[in-house]
């Protein structure tokens, strides 16, 4: 599902890389990717976690980033320096259909996109079909409370039906044939965290 103009200015802020920034350094502490990692941000929006990533992990690497909404693909063109593109190759696609064999990735990155999705559980399968097996799926997810609570149900748009929570994605992520790895979370509002393709 695309955002809406409130969420736009939610995820378009100077503080969002910031934030980004911090959990791909939280992420780089515990998990070290092999040397050319096969690397793929879905939802990557105007592609500041995508350059983050880039620097990261796989400074001389490539990412694919892709987002549903092809207006967040052209603002990565602009909000993007040349220089901070180079190794970054951006495409619009749907993380429910993702245009890869089986086993194309190493590493999956999803910031906030899960709970934009109305068949989240599709996009996940999708996600460990085209991980290697050792794979690691990294996520920033939010819960319900935050984004559909009696004030944010009538600024952001999100689906209404389907919604998961904390025990719900936990599950849904081991049914996938992922095992979790360390994670920050609060219950109620969201969590970070990283899961292995066993
Ligand atoms: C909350 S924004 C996060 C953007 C960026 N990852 C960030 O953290 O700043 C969620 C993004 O997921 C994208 N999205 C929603 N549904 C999607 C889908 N089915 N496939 C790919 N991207 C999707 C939206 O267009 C949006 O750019």
Redesign the pocket.
């Known amino acids: ?3 809406n103009w409130a ?1 736009r200015l939610a ?1 378009n802020n100077p503080l ?1 890389p910031v934030q ?1 920034r911090l959990e791909i350094n939280w992420y780089r502490r515990r998990v070290d990717l092999p040397k050319g990692a096969r690397i793929l941000e ?5 592609g ?2 995508s350059y983050l990533i880039k620097r990261a992990f796989s400074p001389a690497g490539c990412i694919h980033a ?4 092809i207006g ?1 693909i052209r603002k990565a063109g602009t909000y993007l320096s040349p220089e901070a593109r180079e190794g970054l190759s951006f495409f619009v ?4 259909r993702l245009p890869y064999r089986d086993r194309a990735m190493d590493a999956v990155f999803g ?3 899960l709970h ?2 109305p068949d989240w559980q599709g ?1 996940l399968k999708e996600i460990v079909r085209v991980l290697e097996d050792g794979g690691i799926y990294f996520f920033e997810e939010l819960y319900p409370a935050l984004y559909q609570n009696c004030i944010t149900r009538h600024i952001l748009l999100h689906p209404r039906e389907n919604r998961f929570r904390a025990e719900a994605l936990k599950r849904a992520v081991a049914e996938a044939g992922l095992v979790m790895g360390t994670y920050l979370e609060n219950p109620y509002l969201g969590i970070l965290g990283y899961a292995e393709k066993k």
């Open positions: 599902m695309k955002l969420e995820v969002r980004q879905i939802g990557c929006g105007r500041a976690g892709m987002d549903l909404d967040m696609a749907d993380a429910c910031f906030g996109v934009h999705i996009a």
